[in-house]
């Protein structure tokens, strides 16, 4: 790899203090009691390694029940997620973790497990290393384990030394970047097993349960024929042949005549199977044939199947449970994944509950949907405008109608094989133009961002005034850095600066609030109370004069001018509360594309460390959606909305105010909203400092059981967040071991239901 590093001159091994600090007890022979399931220790850092760099921490620990054991390094956020490292056994009563760090601004913090119980804690030492020596060992380590997916993995951490440096290689080898490179059939395997194949007994009694079932709507399912690939479609048929649920007809779309004569078998045979399946003569991508399709279909419920998916025996089952228990439902859509020529599931896509802009963003919701067929007439059927994205044209008009809900079946109903579906780039195209002609001039422009748009969404003449919002103390380095980014760069026409003194004492820093007070466009506003982060900013609020409110950390520096333009264009639109940005580390790795309720306890990033230009799974991290919540470290909301819920609650000094801000304004029929396109960088807390003495570590933990009080079960249900991902601390996006709603949860409903429903 390329890419200079630095010699490290520091001594090879550094033995670290450590004391006790939460849910421990020292034991009379030298071992320790952990008397809860978030034990952990002080650990002090050496100066040597307060700017950063590649470490290998080794421990030595011992314990009958150790679970998870992990360190904490605080880079000037404090503990969080971002800085978490686990470590992993690398011999008897030895563990290691290696981290990849930028300056480190306060001392470690080492959780020897997470769960109660007795263990000993011998040595913990610290090494550094030099980042390009740490990446040749990572690497040397992901080859022997993976040999087949080496080369990609090298040249992918090899571009990103030349362009970022070692560490950044580091970092996203350490991060699980190989995993993303190479496809996990095993680890999904193993999932799938667990949580996703129902036992023959499980079906023989949904079966029963579906036959109990007080009504069982018919759905009609609209199967294109074309093509050469016979054995796709004999799949796709023989899956819905063994279907738990009955109630359904198929209607292939195909002129048979034209059809090569193992597909015409297969259509014939099919038809001889079963009376449900019939053929609507036509071509399969004549628009006219579908629409006869439409008109022939029997069924409430309508879904057109392009690709020839394999579907879950359960599949029908629970879409039409989905649809009778939500009787305002006009669509209804579940999770799919991919299968290969050998029939291994692959390449699971696990979506959010409905997402009004991330569906105008991307037809996210896939080709197995379910319409209500009398919503279809209404929306007109099938046109011709938009082919080949025939299916997504007709889901922007349905959803565009009124009072129409969509559904969504949280369990991978659909395995579609590799290759099946043709002309990805003419489809994302087709639906964009779609996109243009339904919102009309509601947008000024629809770009095309990957497979997905970018809604440009106007400003009106002149633009409502922005009232900025500012906290700080001292540091006048990021102070600067950040309100000089703002006035310079920034081309939205209309704002004031409000910086918030918090009591400053440095004499620079204080020169520099003087000077701003004679700058247009900024007043400085003295606050001369404790820190209180929501009083701060409640206060400032309460004297700004714009119809928008921006807040915005001291540490946040402007990328691009248009940020603010971006923002406010969102928070204007009706029904929209917070709108939050895409911010980077000064490393340019994500910060935050958002935030999941939840996630790493009441809260955490998703994205975070992964490369500025990461797409995200499905595309997400380059398109707008709605995100329950998002930091105020960078946040714009509406005057209006803001008086609505209040403002932030000062209960919560530090942590947590900016998620229960737009928790509550989602409980008062607000939706929040990120966008990549607002693009900024974060330096991270740098002027508060770190969570890491016994106060401030009891005020956090205070926060935290404020908002599980408040907000209970929403913490472990983001709509915005599929629940068989993760929650688990740095495991955003990986899957869920067990999922919080799947398959197994589903079926116990489902049967129970099935039970009181029988006669006694």
């Known amino acids: 790899m390329t890419g200079g590093a630095a010699a490290v ?124 020596a740490l990446a040749v060992e990572l690497l040397a380590r992901d080859a022997a384990a993976h040999p087949e997916s080496a080369a990609d993995v090298l040249a992918r951490a090899a571009a990103m030394a030349q362009s970022f440096g070692h560490r950044a290689a580091c970092a996203w080898l350490l991060a699980g970047g190989p995993d993303r490179v190479r496809e996990p059939p095993g680890s999904y395997a193993r999932w799938i097993g667990l949580y996703d194949s129902p036992t023959p007994a499980e ?46 007809e198929l209607l292939l779309v195909c002129d048979a005549q034209a059809l090569s004569a193992p597909m015409r078998a297969a ?49 029908l089952a629970a879409l039409a449970m989905a649809a009778a228990a939500h009787p305002g439902a006009g669509l209804v859509y ?15 896509g696990f979506r959010p509950d409905w997402n009004p802009d991330l569906f105008l963003a991307r037809d996210y ?41 969509s559904v969504h079946v949280p369990m991978v109903l659909s395995h579609w094989p590799d290759g099946a579906v043709g002309e990805p780039a003419a489809r994302a195209e087709a639906r964009r133009a779609a996109l243009r002609e339904h919102l009309g001039d ?31 103390r001292d540091r006048v380095d990021l102070l600067r850095l950040c309100v000089e980014s703002i006035l310079s760069l920034t081309t939205y026409p209309d704002f004031e600066l409000l910086v918030v003194d918090n009591g400053s004492s440095d004499a620079e820093a204080l020169a520099y609030l003087a000077s701003l007070d004679a700058r247009p466009r900024v007043r400085v506003l003295r606050y001369d109370r404790p820190f209180n982060y929501s009083a701060i900013n ?61 996630l790493g306890g009441v809260a955490g990033h998703v994205y975070s460390r992964q490369p500025r230009g990461s797409a995200g799974e499905d595309g997400r991290a380059m398109l707008v959606q709605d995100m329950t919540a998002v930091t105020a470290a960078c946040l714009v909301v509406t005057r209006s909305a803001w008086d609505a819920v209040g403002g932030l609650d000062e209960a919560l000094m530090v942590a947590f105010n900016d998620i229960d801000f737009c928790l509550r304004l989602r409980r008062a029929g607000y939706r929040n909203l990120w966008t990549p396109h607002a693009e900024l960088y974060h330096h991270e807390s740098a002027s508060r400092g770190s969570e890491d003495t016994e106060d401030k570590l009891r005020r956090f933990h205070s926060e935290v059981a404020f908002m599980t ?46 039970s009181r429903a029988a006669p006694q």
């Open 9 to 132: 001159d520091v001594p090879r091994l550094e033995v670290l203090r450590y004391s006790p600090l939460h849910q421990l007890e020292p034991l009379a022979d030298g071992a320790w009691l952990a008397t809860g399931d978030d034990p952990y220790l002080l650990v002090e850092l050496p100066e040597s390694v307060r700017d950063g760099g590649a470490l290998r921490i080794s421990v030595e620990l011992d314990g009958e029940h150790l679970q998870r054991p992990c360190l904490y390094l605080d880079s000037g956020s404090g503990w969080t997620e971002s800085g978490r490292f686990e470590l992993v056994p690398d011999g008897p009563r030895h563990w290691t973790a290696l981290a990849c760090v930028e300056a480190l601004a306060g001392p470690a913090r080492f959780d020897p497990s997470e769960c109660a119980g007795r263990f000993r804690l011998g040595m913990l030492t610290l090494e550094r290393v030099a980042p390009a």
């Open 203 to 248: 079906l023989a009694a949904l079966r029963c349960a579906v036959r109990a079932l007080p009504a069982r709507p018919l759905l009609s399912l609209l199967l294109p024929v074309s093509g050469e690939r016979h054995e796709l479609l004999q799949a796709c048929i023989a899956s819905l042949l063994e279907q738990a649920y009955p109630d359904w």
């Open 267 to 315: 259509v014939d045979a099919a038809i001889a199977q079963s009376s449900r399946v019939r053929i609507v003569p036509g071509p399969a991508d004549d628009v006219a044939a579908w629409n006869r399709a439409l008109a022939a279909a029997g069924g409430a419920w309508i879904g057109v199947i392009e690709g020839a998916p394999v579907f879950a025996p359960h599949a």
């Open 334 to 348: 579940s999770d799919c994944d991919r299968i290969d020529a050998a029939g291994r599931r692959h390449a699971p």
């Open 365 to 405: 919701i896939g080709a197995a949907v379910l319409f209500e067929t009398a919503l279809v007439r209404r929306a007109g059927g099938f046109r011709t405008d938009h082919a080949p994205a025939l299916v997504g044209d007709l889901a922007l008009r349905c959803v565009g109608l009124a009072d129409v809900a």
């Open 442 to 472: 509601r947008v000024m422009a629809v770009d095309a961002v990957g497979d997905g748009a970018r809604l440009r969404w106007p400003l009106p003449a002149p633009p409502p005034r922005v009232s900025i919002v500012i906290p700080t």
């Open 538 to 598: 409640n206060f400032a609020v309460a004297q700004a004069t714009g119809a928008v409110v921006a807040l915005l950390n001291n540490d946040i520096e402007v990328i691009s001018p248009d940020w603010l333009d971006e923002m406010v264009a969102h928070a204007i639109r009706p029904g929209i509360g917070a709108v939050g940005a895409m911010l980077y580390y000064p490393d340019d790795t994500i910060q935050h594309a958002g935030v999941v309720v939840g």
């Open 709 to 754: 009080d408040r907000w209970g079960t929403l913490l472990h249900d983001d709509p915005a967040y599929n629940p068989n991902l993760s929650l688990a601390h740095g495991a955003a996006n990986a899957l869920a071991s067990p999922p919080r709603r799947g398959l197994r949860s589903w079926l116990a409903d489902a049967l129970a239901g099935a």
